[in-house]
Nanobody, 121 residues
Framework: QVQLVESGGGLVQPGGSLRLSCAAS????????MAWYRQAPGKQRELVAA???????NYADSLKGRFTISRDNAKNTVYLQMNSLKPDDTAVYYC???????????????WGQGTQVTVSS
């Protein structure tokens, strides 16, 4: 059973930093792109950042310069370093991965359960 497990969320003051982690586990043949999304109350889920298996990255324009996505392929883990956090960054952050379970022969999209990030003084 493949699953993605996020960690690292919490409460932080404006201007602070957090580092989110998302580890994929289970019987995995390969992982293609990995990404972070977020969903604030009353808003649609939006892409924060994505990273390919070759570590090419893509960011939401509004977050460039403050957020950094990275991955450790040996650990099947993706990270999101968030700096200079603002109250508008408050949301549930979700990890997503396009991966092929062992024996499946194709890619599937998997989601983590989400981790809450609250930016408040």
């Amino acid at each position: 059973q493949v699953q993605l497990v996020e960690s690292g969320g919490g409460l932080v003051q404006p201007g602070g930093s957090l580092r989110l982690s998302c580890a994929a586990s289970g019987s995995i043949f390969s992982i293609n792109a990995m990404a972070w999304y977020r969903q604030a109350p009353g808003k649609q889920r939006e892409l924060v950042a994505a990273i390919t298996s070759g570590s090419s990255t893509n960011y939401a324009d509004s977050l460039k310069g403050r957020f950094t996505i990275s991955r450790d392929n040996a650990k099947n883990t993706v990270y999101l370093q968030m700096n200079s956090l603002k109250p508008d960054d408050t949301a549930v952050y979700y990890c997503n991965a396009a991966l092929a379970p062992t024996g499946s022969g194709r890619l599937y999209s998997y989601w983590g359960q989400g981790t809450q990030v609250t930016v408040s003084s």
